[in-house]
């Protein structure tokens, strides 16, 4: 047995979509199998690989039941001594959820790689194999840990991964924490650290086991916000909420007020930022705790700590 085998588990994506060839809108994501996405990209040829579709979804539409298996799939790959690494090929709408997902349930210390593509594998000049090549590049690279996203030859760690694009090939960004490095023919340039990798097994435990997951949800303060929504999803019997502040974390007085009377009832309430960059300052008598990342991250985080 090959001692740098190289795992692939498909969930779907625009990297495996198919539409008109040579159009690179109005196709349908997820159509191609994993197996015929790796063969299609002579590159890989050599690599011993092991491939399994974990899911064969548009990542819009990822569920909480889809993050379970891929998670105790990546567990058990990273396992087995051969295996050097896992890519996993996945949608770029929620990448940056799964990527911190996995990161914190996972915390592995061999690299998970999560790539994508911003163009269907029937495009004119499709982006997904050169990304699949790096994102090989990166899982092979010595000393590479924890879970990654590899797009358009940028490596993005798991906690400032954020999709920043709606179309351009180059769609994700990490914020003003940079990325931790780039694939530049066929090796990789790392600029900063790998994610930490410190597993947590009673986490893993705890989602492997989960029959039904939390329901959180994200608020967002905007013009015109108030208690309303707020007091919605209380009485609909929310189990937490995120909500995304204006500026350094601000909320509308209303929308504070009703927030403070959920935590008052028992409810999880966190707060982030709807701004794209920086984190939350946490400032002497704020009433409402602060998360450091994004809202969609500050929500995995707000999932896992119900479940565990
Ligand atoms: N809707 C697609 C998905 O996230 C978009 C993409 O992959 O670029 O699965």
């Keep these: 047995m090959s001692a740098d085998r190289i795992v692939v588990l498909g969930t779907g994506g625009t990297i495996a979509g198919r539409g008109q060839p ?103 000049v499709p982006d997904g194999p050169q990304n699949l090549v790096d994102a090989f590049t ?16 940028v490596v993005h760690g798991a906690a400032e991964v954020r999709k920043v694009h709606t179309y351009r090939l180059d769609a994700f960004g990490s914020g003003d924490a940079g990325p931790i490095g780039y694939v530049e023919a066929g090796r990789v340039r790392q600029l900063r650290e790998w994610p930490r990798s410190v597993a947590d097994p009673a986490l893993s435990d705890a989602v492997a086991r989960a029959r039904e997951w939390p329901w959180v949800e994200i608020v967002t303060n905007h013009a015109g916000a108030g208690a309303r929504t707020v007091d919605a999803l209380v009485a609909a019997g929310v189990h937490g909420l995120v909500v995304a502040g204006t500026g350094n974390g601000s909320l509308n007085a209303a929308m504070e007020q009703a927030l403070l009377r959920a935590m008052g009832q028992g409810l999880r309430v966190v707060r982030s930022t709807r701004c794209l960059d920086g984190e939350v300052i946490v400032q002497a008598g704020d009433a409402l705790p602060a998360h450091p990342l994004a809202p969609v991250k500050a929500r995995v985080d707000l999932l896992l700590e119900l479940l565990a």
């Design 138 to 153: 990166a899982a092979r690279h010595p000393g590479a840990r924890g879970v990654l996203a590899v797009c358009a030859g």
């Design 22 to 124: 040579g159009t690179d809108l109005g196709y349908v994501a997820g159509q191609i199998g994993v197996e015929d996405l790796l063969s299609g990209v002579p590159e890989l040829a050599g690599v011993p690989v092991a491939c399994e579709q974990v899911a064969q979804i548009d990542s819009k539409d990822m569920r909480f039941d889809v993050w379970q298996s891929l998670a105790a799939r990546c567990a058990h790959w990273l396992a087995q001594p051969d295996v050097t690494g896992i890519v996993v090929t996945h949608g770029t709408d929620t990448l940056e959820e799964t990527a911190w997902f996995l990161q914190r349930v996972l915390a592995p210390a061999k690299p998970v790689v999560i790539t994508c593509a911003m163009r269907p594998a029937t495009a004119l």
